[in-house]
Structure formats: structure tokens, C-alpha cells
């Protein structure tokens, strides 16, 4: 079964940092772009991060970029996602998910359940 | 940035009428668009991709059209399960990708 399950999230004070994880099974996991996508509770979905099957090329949201930095580590089929100098508005469920095939790289095939960041003192 | 904008915000509907939901990008997108589905607490779906494929597993009830500028994702005879909210993504402006706000269909 092809699964991506996220990790980390927590309650963290402005100005904070955080890691978060994504752990992937049932695919091949090197063969594929992986992004990191949020959603505001109650609002919609905001793509945040974007890295290539080999973690060569890094992409990221204007509104996080210099503060988050997207990594991957192939032999343990993992994203990771670390957010330093966090602010109130990043508050989100986290979600990992997977890039689609080569000519629809850009939509997400398979998603994760997320992970909850409150940033809040 | 290329913003998407998706209308209705709601939809309401009879089970096994048809739904059309309408998404909007404000330049051209070609056929790099996607749909997802979201029910309440569960991750986002994918449904269509390239504009009209339908995903792995997905009913054939869900259809998408347009390209450009104009889309529609169509659900041909409502079920139960099917009342959630819609959302639609381009993927054109690679890497700066953009959601729709979303269309919520619920029960008439």
C-alpha cells in the first residue's frame, strides 16, 4: 500500500523552529519529487515546498521562503521539512505528498493524513 | 503568480443530479490543471489531472474539460459520498503552484 505518514508537529512559540518528517512506503520513493503542502484551519491548500527525486533542486513559497528548508533522505524514504523563525500565520496542518507522474509532476497523487503546527504563545 | 479562482463557493444538490463547478485561472495554464476532492478530517484527493484524466481508481461519473483558461469538473449523478469540497490546481507555472479557493458541495 502506498503510504506517506507525517510527523511533528506540535505547539510551538513565535519566533520557534520545527521539524517535521514524512515517512513513505509502498513506492519508490527516489523515483519521484516530493512537495510539502498546508492548510489553515478552515481554509484552503497552499503549496509551501517543492524537492526533485534527488534532492538536487529545491523550490519554496514566497511566504516561506529564508525561513523553511525542504530536505530528503533516500535511504530511509523521508521527507523533512525545517521551519525556523516561525510566525502565527504558519499555522497549519502539514500535509507530505507525492508528485504525480512525469507529465502531471506537478499535481499530488498520493497525500499524507498531516501533521498540526500551532505557532501561539 | 497565477491566481485560480473557483466558483461557486457552494453548490447545493440532489442526490443523483448533476454538479458543474467552474475554475477560472488568470493566465493561461494550457492543460496543467488538476482536481482534488476533500472531505471533512481526510486528507485532499486527486481526481483529474492533465485538465480531463481521471486519476488511478477514480469513478467515471467525474470528468474534467477546458484548457487555457476555462474549467469545469463534472459530476455526473451525485452520490452520498461525493459531497466535499473541490479544489483546483495549476501546474503550468512550474514550481509556483497555486490552488483554487475551493468549492464546497453540499446536500440540497
Known amino acids: 500500500e502506498v503510504q506517506l505518514v507525517e510527523s511533528g508537529g506540535v505547539v510551538v512559540q513565535p519566533g520557534g523552529s520545527l521539524r517535521l518528517s514524512c515517512a513513505a512506503s509502498?513506492?519508490?520513493?527516489?523515483?519521484?519529487?516530493m512537495h510539502w503542502v498546508r492548510q489553515a484551519p478552515g481554509k484552503g491548500l497552499e503549496w509551501v515546498s517543492l524537492?526533485?527525486?534527488?534532492?538536487?533542486?529545491?523550490y519554496y513559497a514566497d511566504s516561506v521562503k529564508g525561513r523553511f528548508t525542504i530536505s530528503r533522505d533516500n535511504s530511509k524514504n523521508s521527507l523533512y521539512l525545517q521551519m525556523n523563525s516561525l510566525r502565527a500565520e504558519d499555522t497549519a496542518l502539514y500535509y507530505c505528498?507525492?508528485?504525480?507522474?512525469?507529465?502531471?509532476?506537478?499535481?499530488?497523487?498520493?497525500w499524507g493524513q498531516g501533521t498540526m503546527v500551532t505557532v501561539s504563545s | 503568480e497565477i491566481v485560480m479562482t473557483q466558483s461557486p463557493a457552494t453548490l447545493s444538490v440532489s442526490p443523483g443530479e448533476r454538479a458543474t463547478l467552474s475554475c477560472r485561472a488568470s493566465?493561461?495554464?494550457?492543460?496543467?490543471l488538476a482536481w482534488y476532492q476533500q472531505k471533512p478530517g481526510q486528507a485532499p484527493r486527486l481526481l483529474i489531472y492533465?485538465?480531463?484524466t481521471r486519476a488511478t481508481g477514480i469513478p467515471a461519473r467525474f470528468s474534467g474539460s477546458g484548457s487555457g483558461t476555462e474549467f469545469t469538473l463534472t459530476i455526473s449523478s451525485l452520490q452520498s459520498e461525493d459531497f466535499a469540497v473541490y479544489y483546483c490546481?495549476?501546474?503550468?507555472?512550474?514550481?509556483?503552484?497555486?490552488f483554487g479557493g475551493g468549492t464546497k458541495v453540499e446536500i440540497k
Open positions: 505528498a507525492k508528485a504525480g507522474i512525469p507529465a502531471a509532476a506537478g499535481a499530488f497523487d498520493i
Open positions: 509502498g513506492f519508490t520513493f527516489d523515483d519521484y519529487a
Open positions: 524537492i526533485s527525486w534527488d534532492g538536487g533542486s529545491t
Open positions: 493566465q493561461s495554464v494550457s492543460s496543467n
Open positions: 492533465g485538465a480531463s
Open positions: 490546481q495549476q501546474y503550468n507555472n512550474w514550481p509556483r503552484l497555486t
